[in-house]
């Protein structure tokens, strides 16, 4: 299944956040990740504390300004319109944002998710070990490290029909709050594991939270075919 149809994709997704078999040992990834160097996630919005490192980015290389660290809108965006980056929101910065992001855009032609398929050094820490068996399958994929006020606002990463599915998980589950769209009403997801890694319905509007420093999360876009092996 290299895509999902609306009725397959639901077969799997059959509520929010489906936990998998993949847990991370927290207390040893945090003391390892920590080596690295986490970088600002995209250009705009710096005022709220949200880095990431990639696992899976381009070129396996560690770089201050990767692709793989920002929201895939923007960065297409960008490249159309390079005169924005790190630019306030002018009436004619916001005025050709919301041009671009009302344009009926062939996602094949612009960089997406399954343009990132190689591993950075981040992914040899031995606390990463337990996601070998998806590593043949992993798209763009990422840790954040938000600290108090560091958030996502409402949206989606993945329509139907989908070409790649999320996992998401984090290591401090009282450390924030995720929450979905349900009836037009914004939904807390709890009882969430920490360390586990949970099949993401990111079809589905969702935003996301810390209240306090050093929340931790993984970020990981796979192939549908990893689907066989999530159980």
């Known amino acids: 299944m290299e895509v ?3 009725k397959e994709y639901y077969t799997y997704h059959t509520e929010n956040a489906v936990p998998t078999k993949l847990k991370i040992d927290s207390e040893l990834f945090v003391k390892e990740i920590s080596r690295f160097n986490f970088i600002p996630w995209g250009d705009v919005h710096l005022e709220f504390p949200r880095y990431a490192v990639p ?16 929201p895939l809108d923007r960065w297409n965006f960008l490249l159309e319109y390079p ?9 004619d910065h916001l005025v050709k944002w919301k041009e671009w992001n009302s344009r009926k855009i062939d996602m094949d032609s ?12 981040a992914l040899k820490i031995s606390s990463l070990s337990v996601l070998s068996e998806i590593l043949p399958y992993m798209y763009r994929s990422c840790i954040f490290k938000w600290d108090y006020l560091g958030h996502f606002k409402k949206h989606i990463d993945t329509w139907h029909p989908t070409q790649w599915i999320r996992l998401w998980g984090t290591t401090n589950p009282d450390g924030m709050v995720l929450r979905y769209e349900e009836n037009g009403t914004m939904v807390r997801r709890h009882n969430i594991e920490q360390g586990r ?11 996301a939270l810390a209240f306090t420093d050093d929340v931790y999360q993984f970020f990981i876009a796979l192939n549908p075919r990893a689907l066989e092996v999530l159980w």
């Open 4 to 6: 999902l149809t609306e």
């Open 55 to 70: 696992l899976i980015n381009e070129d396996g290389i560690f770089k201050k300004d990767d692709p793989a660290c920002y």
């Open 83 to 91: 005169q924005f980056k790190y630019k306030e929101w002018t009436d």
């Open 110 to 121: 612009i960089v997406n998710e399954k343009h990132f398929k190689e591993p950075t050094d």
């Open 197 to 207: 890694l949970y099949l993401h319905d990111s079809i589905k509007p969702h935003e």
